[in-house]
């Protein structure tokens, strides 16, 4: 970790995005650090493990945590998702609270606004998808969140079209204590690449499975490295489901549904990697796996490093 000593000028800082699941906050962390590390859905509860995105620019370093939407567990991987998105409240220089324009206030924002009343945190409400409702509309929801706790900033932004996110981290910018930069300037994450590549595999699945395989799906890279005699990186995965009828559908008609999944997944593990790939997928049942903790930590879904 880089924590060369800055000028008085230079701010950094860590900042942590809670809300809902499916509110955005994945696009936008996509958004500002410019390529994809957190992988999209429009299924709730899509991102597992915090993902921390690194935007350095030259008179500041921000470092974004995504977490996991805050819902109620079903299961120990909901228990750990949860513990994941709490534990962000705590040490981190500022909160961003993100909510869904389309939605109104509900249990579960209600939720998450009692977990601030020992947070003593700077919180700014992000209203994300304006684009998606009349700009008369918009008043009356910021007026609805100023009754329920007092923020320091009120953002309405469009994570998807990028719209007032440029101001959004100008604001933020204001609120970072002088500090280091603690992370290379060229560096966008602090996770290795084999979890960013499973998690490009695993949006894939979930795409194009849609309503048919629910979040009993998790992706493994078995193998990663360069063949040099072809230039090309050699990804050897499996994707795990729950169920024989899960599978199934995974495979698809003579495999016709890992094909395209490992197709359109390719796409971006190249992206990521600046190199071509050679991705072998495969299809394993391991029932129950979310309410097993030995394979949750097989998995990478570590409780004690958080």
Same mark, same amino acid.
């Given at each position: &970790?880089?924590?060369?000593?800055?000028?008085? =000028?230079?701010?950094?800082?860590? +900042?942590? +995005?809670?809300?809902?699941?499916?509110?955005?906050?994945?696009?936008? /962390?996509?958004?500002?650090?410019?390529?994809?590390?957190?992988?999209?859905?429009?299924?709730?509860?899509?991102?597992?493990?915090?993902?921390?995105?690194?935007?350095?620019? =030259?008179?500041?370093? /921000?470092?974004?945590?995504?977490?996991p939407g805050i819902h109620k567990?079903?299961?120990?991987?909901?228990?750990?998702?949860?513990?994941?998105?709490?534990?962000?409240?705590?040490? $981190?220089? !500022?909160?961003?609270?993100?909510?869904?324009?389309e939605e109104g206030f509900g249990?579960?924002?209600?939720?998450?606004? #009692?977990?601030?009343?020992?947070?003593?945190?700077? *919180?700014? %409400? *992000? +209203?994300?998808?304006?684009?998606?409702?009349?700009?008369? #509309? /918009?008043?009356?929801?910021?007026?609805?969140?100023? =009754?329920?706790?007092?923020?320091?900033?009120? $953002?309405? @932004?469009?994570?998807?079209?990028?719209?007032?996110? =440029?101001? !959004?981290?100008?604001?933020?910018?204001?609120? %970072?204590?002088?500090?280091?930069?603690?992370?290379?300037?060229?560096?966008?994450?602090?996770?290795?690449?084999?979890?960013?590549?499973?998690? %490009? @595999?695993?949006?894939?699945?979930?795409?194009?499975?849609?309503?048919?395989?629910?979040?009993? !799906?998790?992706?493994? *890279?078995?193998? &990663?490295?360069?063949?040099?005699?072809?230039?090309?990186?050699?990804?050897?995965?499996?994707?795990?489901?729950?169920?024989?009828?899960?599978?199934?559908?995974?495979?698809?008609?003579?495999?016709? &549904? !890992?094909?395209?999944?490992?197709?359109?997944?390719?796409?971006?593990?190249?992206?990521? %990697?600046?190199?071509?790939?050679?991705?072998?997928?495969?299809?394993? $049942?391991?029932?129950?796996?979310?309410?097993? &903790?030995?394979? /949750?930590?097989?998995?990478?879904?570590?409780?004690?490093e958080y």
């Amino acid at each position: &970790m880089n924590s060369q000593t800055r000028s008085n =000028e230079y701010k950094s800082g860590f +900042i942590s +995005i809670i809300g809902r699941p499916n509110v955005g906050k994945s696009t936008f /962390l996509n958004r500002v650090i410019g390529q994809k590390i957190a992988i999209m859905s429009d299924k709730p509860q899509t991102t597992r493990n915090k993902v921390q995105g690194v935007l350095t620019t =030259e008179d500041s370093q /921000l470092i974004f945590i995504d977490t996991p939407g805050i819902h109620k567990p079903k299961h120990k991987l909901g228990d750990f998702m949860m513990k994941v998105a709490q534990n962000t409240l705590k040490g $981190v220089d !500022l909160i961003l609270f993100m909510v869904n324009a389309e939605e109104g206030f509900g249990r579960g924002e209600e939720f998450i606004i #009692e977990k601030f009343q020992s947070v003593k945190t700077p *919180i700014f %409400l *992000i +209203i994300n998808k304006i684009d998606k409702i009349h700009p008369d #509309e /918009l008043f009356a929801f910021i007026e609805s969140y100023k =009754e329920k706790h007092s923020f320091q900033e009120i $953002v309405p @932004i469009s994570a998807l079209e990028g719209n007032n996110v =440029e101001h !959004l981290l100008t604001v933020i910018k204001k609120y %970072l204590p002088e500090g280091p930069q603690y992370y290379p300037a060229d560096q966008v994450t602090d996770h290795p690449e084999r979890f960013i590549v499973s998690e %490009l @595999i695993r949006e894939k699945a979930l795409h194009l499975t849609r309503e048919e395989i629910p979040h009993s !799906l998790a992706v493994v *890279i078995d193998k &990663m490295e360069r063949r040099q005699d072809k230039d090309v990186i050699h990804v050897m995965a499996t994707v795990i489901v729950e169920r024989d009828s899960q599978k199934g559908i995974v495979i698809g008609k003579q495999g016709s &549904m !890992l094909k395209e999944i490992g197709k359109l997944a390719r796409v971006d593990i190249e992206n990521l %990697l600046g190199s071509k790939v050679f991705l072998e997928l495969w299809v394993k $049942v391991q029932k129950d796996w979310r309410n097993k &903790m030995n394979q /949750l930590r097989d998995y990478g879904f570590r409780d004690d490093e958080y």
